[in-house]
Nanobody, 126 residues
Framework: QVRLVESGGGSVQAGGSLRLSCEVS????????RGWFRQAPGKEREGVAA????????YYADSVKGRFTVSLDNAKNTVYLQMNTLKPEDTAMYYC???????????????????WGQGTQVTVSS
């Protein structure tokens, strides 16, 4: 059984930084995908960033490009999301995701078939 556990959320002022961590355990042999999503109150869950095990490229939503960086530590089975220059509109619950099936790059921000962590809250004040 796949389990994802996020940590690192919190409250910061605009312009600040946070680093989210997600430890992945269990068998994800069906997919090399790791993603970060977020969901603000009253809004749909949206893809923020994604990365694939063993590949160099990462993928980002336009709203976070240049501010957020997704990375992997394969030895620790952990995926990170470094968030810099945070804005109030980044306030949301952030979820780590793996996939139960292979997920082509063009679907990196599609939440279907994802396995989710419990989420970690990020609050950015102005």
């Amino acid at each position: 059984q796949v389990r994802l556990v996020e940590s690192g959320g919190g409250s910061v002022q605009a312009g600040g930084s946070l680093r989210l961590s997600c430890e992945v355990s269990g068998n994800t042999y069906g997919s090399d995908y790791r993603g970060w999503f977020r969901q603000a109150p009253g809004k749909e869950r949206e893809g923020v960033a994604a990365i694939y095990l063993g590949r160099d490229n990462a993928y980002y939503a336009d709203s976070v490009k240049g501010r957020f960086t997704v990375s992997l530590d394969n030895a620790k089975n952990t995926v990170y999301l470094q968030m810099n220059t945070l804005k109030p509109e980044d306030t949301a619950m952030y979820y780590c995701a793996a996939s139960a099936v292979p997920k082509p790059v063009r679907y990196w921000s599609d939440p279907d078939d994802n396995i989710w962590g419990q989420g970690t809250q990020v609050t950015v004040s102005s």
